[in-house]
């Protein structure tokens, strides 16, 4: 079976862009995170959805913004983009949602955003 | 707010040694702890979970446990090996869905 999927794998934008990334969780799981990790800092919470719905959301600006489709795959949009922004977007996918179940998270390659 | 700490934040040591890497956190009302490994510019794979009643788990030459009284965890590397050389991050999972990470550690085992 596949892992968690991202993409695109890099990428490079300018200040003001608007950018999508994506993620396909685990086939069979239904939840969806995403995290932001910044060169040498631990990866900080964006976004949890299950079952479509979002469940959970971090300290983020509204810039940010998810969403989760029917085949529970999901997408992150960041919208006028800083150079702050430059970081590894993480992606992980579990069966359920998570604090109930004590269960693991898969984490998805990420993708490496610049922002120039 | 949670706040979770990781020391040292770099170790060099020589193929074959036994070494701790510790982790600790300010807030015990935790879920579970987890433990992940990331190899440069790569997402983050999966080492150990010890849930909250717990008080350790094995894998392998990886032992992690878990003090929720004093806000601390370990995870112990034994027989070390230069595929060992990554990052080492501890996260605890809290009641709101998200894991809060530290910064890591960086580990490198030279032969």
């Known amino acids: 079976d596949a892992g968690v999927t991202q993409s695109p794998t890099h990428l490079i934008k300018t200040r003001g862009q608007h950018v999508t990334l994506r993620c396909s969780p685990i086939s069979g799981h239904k939840s969806v995170s995403w995290y932001q990790q910044v060169l040498g800092q631990g990866p900080q919470f964006i976004f949890q959805?299950?079952?479509?719905?979002?469940?959970g959301r971090g300290n983020f600006p509204d810039r940010f913004s998810a969403r989760q489709f029917p085949n529970y795959s999901s997408e992150l949009n960041v919208n006028a983009l800083l150079l702050g922004d430059s970081a590894l977007y993480l992606c992980?996918?579990?069966?359920?949602?998570?604090?109930?179940?004590?269960?693991?998270?898969?984490f998805g390659s990420g993708t490496q955003l610049s922002v120039l | 707010k949670q706040e979770v700490t990781q020391i040292p934040a770099a170790l060099s040591v020589p193929e074959g040694e036994n070494l701790v890497l510790n982790c600790s956190f300010t807030d015990s009302a935790i879920y579970n702890l987890q433990w992940f490994r990331q190899d440069p510019g790569k997402g983050l794979t999966s080492l150990l979970l010890?849930?909250?009643?717990?008080r350790e788990q094995t894998s392998g030459r990886l032992n992690a446990s878990l003090d929720k009284s004093s806000g601390r965890s370990t995870l112990y590397i034994a027989a070390s090996q230069p595929g060992d050389s990554a990052t080492y991050l501890c996260?605890?999972?809290?009641?709101?869905?998200?894991?809060?990470f530290g910064k890591g550690t960086t580990l490198s085992v030279s032969s």
């Open positions: 959805y299950y079952e479509k719905e979002e469940r």
């Open positions: 992980a996918s579990s069966s359920g949602v998570g604090v109930e179940t004590n269960e693991k998270l898969f």
């Open positions: 996260a605890a999972y809290q009641a709101g869905t998200a894991l809060i």
């Open positions: 010890i849930q909250s009643s717990q």
